[in-house]
Nanobody, 119 residues
Framework: VQLQASGGGLVQAGSSLRLSCTAS????????MAWFRQAPGKERELVAR????????YYTDSVKGRFTISRDYSTNTLYLQMNILNAEDTAIYYC?????????????WGQGTLVTVSS
């Protein structure tokens, strides 16, 4: 599976962005997928996750109510809609995927897209 992330950019606080992660090589059906981010000087953190089993969705506390993870099966794409952005959201965002119910480690990773929020 190859993942191509896009949609990052420089925006002002309070703005919105939508990140995309298009998969190739296989369908995203059956995959658990997620968005991670890594801010300068910080460890990578899980932002949002969409598990295939039960279609359970998880958000880290700091983005609840502002970010929405979704999929478009017709285009084989994972999205992250980000609203009311603030400076703490500045990071490189990575999409990731793994086969459902196969451990906790994500097997496939996109190249990352940079989101910079100016205050």
């Amino acid at each position: 599976v190859q993942l191509q992330a896009s949609g990052g950019g420089l925006v002002q606080a309070g703005s919105s962005l939508r990140l995309s992660c298009t998969a190739s090589g296989r369908t995203i059906i059956g995959l658990s997928m997620a968005w991670f981010r890594q801010a300068p000087g910080k460890e990578r953190e899980l932002v949002a996750r969409h598990q295939w089993s039960g279609h359970n969705i998880y958000y880290t506390d700091s983005v609840k109510g502002r970010f929405t993870i979704s999929r478009d099966y017709s285009t084989n794409t994972l999205y992250l809609q980000m609203n009311i952005l603030n400076a703490e959201d500045t990071a490189i965002y990575y999409c990731a995927a793994k086969n459902n119910n196969v451990g906790n480690n994500y097997r496939w990773w996109g190249q990352g897209t940079l989101v910079t929020v100016s205050s």
